[in-house]
């Protein structure tokens, strides 16, 4: 049982360019998530899911895209990255049943 | 607006020295309140859920209660290991995403 797993851990990209963040959860839960974390800014919601082939703006979209084509995965998408996405980017995946959300360990996403 | 203020930002104990961490929190209808570890480069952890004020939890040297307005997380006797950022969230007032509003963390450090 891994929990919440994320790919890449660490990536540098150059400003213009495309990746994507791959999410996996193995709890089977319903719910998932993407947040970015900025120093002194704590955590940042980006989009969610509320379930297979559903997803949701949450407060800091712009930039991003997501998608849930599996229950189990969310891939967070940047079309063309920026330096102010440069950040921490976590998943979280959650029940539904409650609100408590179990966390992926992060990727560290550097943007030049 | 959902809002979660965590005081102080920064907190450092020689190990033995009690202590607490305030979470302060403006919510419509609160529907728990969430207290995270956070370790250097790794993602939150789950520590505790508060339902009602009144209400306390406990692991270890930990001790987490929940008024009406705020949280604290006390520290007896800690010990270096407890050396991480604390981070407490609660619930949107969206309940449809099932969604938390983190505060910005407190920072501990423990020295031997």
């Known amino acids: 049982n891994a929990g919440v797993t994320q790919t890449p851990k660490f990536r540098v990209l150059k400003t213009g360019q495309s990746m994507t963040l791959l999410c996996a959860q193995d709890?089977?839960?319903?719910?998932m998530y993407w947040y970015r974390q900025d120093p002194g800014m704590g955590l940042r919601l980006i989009h969610y899911s509320v379930g297979e082939g559903t997803t949701a703006k949450g407060e800091v979209p712009d930039g991003y895209n997501v998608s849930r084509l599996k229950k189990q995965n969310f891939l967070l998408g940047l079309e063309s990255a920026a330096p102010s996405q440069t950040s921490v980017y976590f998943c979280?995946?959650?029940?539904?049943?409650?609100?408590?959300?179990?966390f992926g360990p992060g990727t560290r996403l550097t943007v030049t | 607006e959902d809002q979660v203020t965590q005081s102080p930002e920064a907190l450092r104990l020689q190990e033995g020295e009690s202590s607490s961490l305030n979470c302060s929190y403006t919510v419509s209808g609160l529907r728990g309140l969430f207290w995270y570890r956070q370790d250097p480069g790794k993602g939150p952890e789950f520590l505790f859920t508060?339902?009602?004020a009144g209400e306390e939890k406990e692991k270890e040297r930990l001790k987490a209660t929940l008024t009406k307005k705020e949280s604290f997380l006390h520290i007896t006797a800690p010990k270096p290991e407890d050396s991480a950022t604390y981070l407490c969230?609660?619930?949107?007032?969206?309940?449809?995403?099932?969604?938390?509003?983190f505060g910005s963390g407190t920072r501990l450090q423990v020295q031997p």
């Open positions: 969230a609660v619930p949107d007032s969206d309940t449809g995403r099932r969604a938390l509003t």
């Open positions: 979280a995946s959650s029940p539904g049943t409650s609100y408590e959300q179990y």
């Open positions: 709890m089977n839960h319903e719910y």
């Open positions: 508060l339902y009602s």
